[in-house]
Structures are given as C-alpha cells and as structure tokens.
C-alpha cells in the first residue's frame, strides 16, 4: 500500500511560480514511474508530467513543455513540480500518481488508467 501527500498549491498571479511536492508512504520499493495530473472543473483529468525512478527520465505534456520540471528526490521519497510562467488555464486540482508497472517504459507515463495509487490533490489557481 502506497499513500502519496501532495502540498504546495496555492494562489498565483499569471506569469507566477509554484513548486509542488508528493510526499510517498508506505510500501514504495518498486515504485518505477511517478505523475503529476491534473483536473479542471468540468474536463477530464489529464496528464502534465511523469518521472522513472530508476534513472530519472522525463516527460512532458506539450502544453506545459518549458514552464515546468518535474523532479525527484528518493532519498526523501519526494517527487516534485516546478511550475513556471504559470497562465490561467493551469488552474486545476493537481495530482500526484505512482506506478509499479510500466507506465514509463511504454508511452503511457501521462496515461490515467496506467497509475495504480492516487493522492488527494492540492489546488492551482492562477489568475490572469
């Protein structure tokens, strides 16, 4: 059992910054692949970035290319996304999401159905 505790959400002005961290719990060895997703009201939740924990590899939603970073400490098992020149249409619930499987060797590191464990969200707001 894995427990994943998203915090630095927040208020932001556009062109504004926020970095994100996702705290992993519990049984994580053999975690290979870590996300970062997102969910706007009234739209389906999509994904912004993925991390393999074996190396550190990324990848990126075309939207978000070049404005934000995903990151990885292990040694804290902590994953994180620094958010950049943030513009309104940022604005969701942030997840964070973690993969045993193959998410990140196989394409589907931003699909939602490849993710085995969920944490909470924390909210982005990002006004114009």
């Known amino acids: 059992q894995v427990q994943l505790v998203e915090s630095g959400g927040g208020s932001v002005q556009a062109g504004g910054s926020l970095r994100l961290s996702c705290a992993a719990y519990?049984?994580?060895?053999?975690?290979?692949?870590m996300g970062w997703f997102r969910q706007a009201p009234g739209k389906e939740r999509e994904g912004v970035a993925a991390i393999r924990t074996d190396g550190g590899s990324t990848y990126y939603t075309d939207s978000v290319k070049g404005r934000f970073t995903m990151s990885q400490d292990n040694a804290k098992s902590t994953v994180y996304l620094q958010m950049n020149s943030l513009k309104p249409e940022d604005t969701a619930m942030y997840y964070c999401a973690a993969d045993f499987g193959t998410a990140c060797l196989t394409g589907s590191s931003l699909a939602r159905y490849a993710y085995d464990y969920w944490g909470q969200g924390t909210q982005v707001t990002v006004s114009s």
């Open positions: 519990g049984i994580i060895y053999g975690v290979n692949c």
